[in-house]
């Protein structure tokens, strides 16, 4: 599921109706849209660091209107 910005805002805020639509997934993904949002809203290095510590992120795109999970992808041939 890919979560926007705002609802992933209310979580971290503790809202409750946000806070059940995101631990009901079997986890979840951003845009790179929200983690520039996010990076921009963090008030430190360090918060920015724990943020990378805690959410490992995978690069994923689009090729030819697929989306592709760079990560397990192998572009050598």
């Known amino acids: 599921m890919l979560i926007d910005t705002d609802v ?27 983690y520039i949002e996010l990076v921009q809203g963090m008030r430190n290095k360090n918060e920015l660091l724990l943020f990378r510590k805690s959410a490992p992120l995978k690069t994923i795109f689009f090729k030819n209107g697929t989306l592709i999970n760079a990560d397990k992808t192998d572009f050598r041939g």
């Open 8 to 34: 992933l805002m209310w979580y971290l805020r503790g809202n409750e109706k946000a806070k059940r639509i995101i631990e009901e997934q079997d986890g979840f993904s951003i845009s790179v849209i929200t």
